[in-house]
T-cell receptor, first 113, second 111 residues
Framework: AQSVTQLDSQVPVFEEAPVELRCNYS??????LFWYVQYPNQGLQLLLK??????LVESINGFEAEFNKSQTSFHLRKPSVHISDTAEYFC???????????FGAGTRLFVKA | NAGVTQTPKFQVLKTGQSMTLQCAQD?????MSWYRQDPGMGLRLIHY???????DQGEVPNGYNVSRSTTEDFPLRLLSAAPSQTSVYFC??????????FGPGTRLTVL
C-alpha cells in the first residue's frame, strides 16, 4: 500500500524568503509524484509533477521539486515566496499505470509581509 | 471545454436523508474519483472508477455508493446521511495515473 507524509502542517514565512515543504512517500512499486495547490475556497490544481526523466521538475511560477528515490522524498522548494503563494499544498502519489492517487494531509503555507 | 463540473455547490441535509452529488467531465478521461476533504486530513479517496461500468472502493467508502454508466458522469450517493459525512466533496478525473483534474467541490452539512 502507498502512503504520503507531509512533515509540516503549517509553514509561516516572510515574503521574499525561501521555503521548503517536505513530502515523504512509501511504495513498493514505481510511482508518479505530484504537488497540488489549493487556494482558499477553490478546488485543487496541479502545481508540478514527476512522471519520469529528470528528477528535478519545475512549475511556471518558480516552484521546484526533486524526486529522491533513495530517500523516498519529493520536497517542494521556492527560493523567494510572494504573498500570492499563500495556499494549502498537497503532495500526492500514484503507482505507474495505477488507478488510485493518495494524498498527504496538506501543508498550509502562510506568507507574511 | 468545461472540465469537471459538480452540483450542487452547497447542500444541507438532515440526518437520515439521502442525496446524490453530481459529477461530470468532458475530457474523455477514463478515470474518475470522489474525495472528501476534512481539516487536517487532506483528501481521502471514497470511490473511484476506471471506466464505464467499473467502480471500486477507496479508503473511506462506507455510507456512499457510486455508479458509472457513461464515461462522462460519476454520481456519488449518500444513502442515509450522518453528521460524520459533513465535509467538502471533490470529484476528479484523469488519464491513467496522471494529473487529476478537480471540480470546484460540494460543501455538505449534515445536521
Amino acid at each position: 500500500a502507498q502512503s504520503v507524509t507531509q512533515l509540516d502542517s503549517q509553514v509561516p514565512v516572510f515574503e521574499e524568503a525561501p521555503v521548503e515543504l517536505r513530502c515523504n512517500y512509501s511504495s513498493s512499486v514505481s510511482v508518479y509524484l505530484f504537488w497540488y495547490v489549493q487556494y482558499p475556497n477553490q478546488g485543487l490544481q496541479l502545481l508540478l509533477k514527476y512522471l519520469s526523466g529528470s528528477t528535478l521538475v519545475e512549475s511556471i511560477n518558480g516552484f521546484e521539486a526533486e524526486f529522491n528515490k533513495s530517500q523516498t522524498s519529493f520536497h517542494l522548494r521556492k527560493p523567494s515566496v510572494h504573498i500570492s503563494d499563500t495556499a494549502e499544498y498537497f503532495c500526492a502519489v500514484s503507482n505507474t499505470g495505477g488507478f488510485k492517487t493518495i494524498f498527504g494531509a496538506g501543508t498550509r503555507l502562510f506568507v507574511k509581509a | 471545454n468545461a472540465g469537471v463540473t459538480q452540483t450542487p455547490k452547497f447542500q444541507v441535509l438532515k440526518t437520515g436523508q439521502s442525496m446524490t452529488l453530481q459529477c461530470a467531465q468532458d475530457m474523455n478521461h477514463e478515470y474518475m474519483s470522489w474525495y472528501r476533504q476534512d481539516p487536517g486530513m487532506g483528501l481521502r479517496l471514497i470511490h473511484y472508477s476506471v471506466g464505464a461500468g467499473i467502480t471500486d472502493q477507496g479508503e473511506v467508502p462506507n455510507g456512499y455508493n457510486v455508479s458509472r454508466s457513461t464515461t462522462e458522469d460519476f454520481p456519488l450517493r449518500l444513502l442515509s446521511a450522518a453528521p460524520s459525512q459533513t465535509s467538502v466533496y471533490f470529484c476528479a478525473s484523469s488519464q491513467q495515473g496522471d494529473t487529476q483534474y478537480f471540480g470546484p467541490g460540494t460543501r455538505l452539512t449534515v445536521l
